[in-house]
């Protein structure tokens, strides 16, 4: 049974930093590819930051672009997201995410159904003064 298990959430101000993990039960984590997607109050799940199994390929989407860094520990069976500068609007649940499939990732269209993949229960980020 694959799991994966958010954490590294809280409330920063504006400006601010914070790292959020992703811990993943399971055999094969370096063999897929990993996903950040948030869900911003009343907003549907908006497609943050991937990363390639071997941690060689990441992309962002454009508002976090620059201010967001993914990365993965394989050996730890950890990815993680570290974000800096943070915005009021970066307020959200994040969500990782991990496909079915080795080395295929997840489409935009396919991380709005959380019942594609594997999700974690999310951890929540505010930004606020």
């Known amino acids: 049974e694959v799991q994966l298990v958010e954490s590294g959430g809280g409330s920063v101000q504006p400006g601010g930093s914070l790292k959020l993990s992703c811990a993943v039960s399971g055999s094969s984590f370096n063999l897929h590819w990993i996903h950040w997607v948030r869900q911003a109050p009343g907003k549907g799940l908006e497609w943050v930051s991937n990363?390639?199994?071997?941690?060689?390929?990441?992309a962002y989407e454009d508002s976090v672009r620059g201010r967001f860094t993914v990365s993965r520990d394989n050996a730890k069976n950890t990815a993680y997201l570290q974000m800096d500068a943070l915005k009021p609007e970066d307020t959200a649940v994040y969500y990782c995410?991990?496909?079915?499939?080795?080395?295929?990732?997840?489409?935009?269209?396919?991380?709005?159904?959380?019942?594609?993949?594997?999700w974690g229960q999310g951890t929540q980020v505010t930004v606020s003064s």
């Open positions: 990363i390639n199994p071997n941690g060689l390929a990441t």
């Open positions: 995410v991990r496909g079915r499939i080795p080395w295929v990732g997840l489409s935009n269209s396919e991380l709005q159904n959380k019942t594609i993949g594997f």
